[in-house]
């Protein structure tokens, strides 16, 4: 069974930082894609950065020049740095990725999601 954990998640001041970290377990052959996704209130989950398996970027022009997604594939773990952080980039962020497991089809699996709080 393929599981991904997150951590990293907290309360924070305006323009902080925090590192979110996201590790895959379980029985699989490849991981692809990875990113996270984030949802304030009221409001619909959205992306905010995806790397693939090569290390190739996207983010969400919002996001762009604060935050930096990398990936550690030895140890299947995706990173989100956060840094300058503003109110409006609090919300449960979840962690997701294309994942071919040994038991089962290829698929996008999500994290549990961890708290970002921006609030002084």
């Known amino acids: ?3 991904l954990v997150e951590s990293g998640g907290g ?7 925090l590192r979110l970290s996201c590790a895959a377990s379980g029985n699989f052959f490849s991981i692809y894609a990875m990113g996270w996704y984030r ?3 009221g409001k619909q989950r959205e992306l ?11 983010y969400a022009d919002s996001v762009k020049g604060r935050f930096t997604i990398s990936r550690d594939n030895a140890k299947n773990t995706v990173y989100l740095q956060m ?4 109110p409006e980039d609090t919300a449960v962020y979840y962690c ?4 071919n497991p040994v038991v089962g089809r290829r698929g996008h699996y999500w994290g549990q999601g961890t708290q ?3 609030s002084s």
């Open 96 to 99: 997701n990725a294309d994942i």
């Open 48 to 58: 905010v950065a995806s790397i693939l398996t090569y290390g190739i970027t996207n």
């Open 116 to 118: 970002v709080t921006v």
């Open 39 to 41: 949802q304030a209130p």
């Open 83 to 86: 840094n300058g952080l503003m």
């Open 1 to 3: 069974q393929v599981q």
């Open 11 to 17: 309360l924070v001041q305006p323009g902080g930082s």
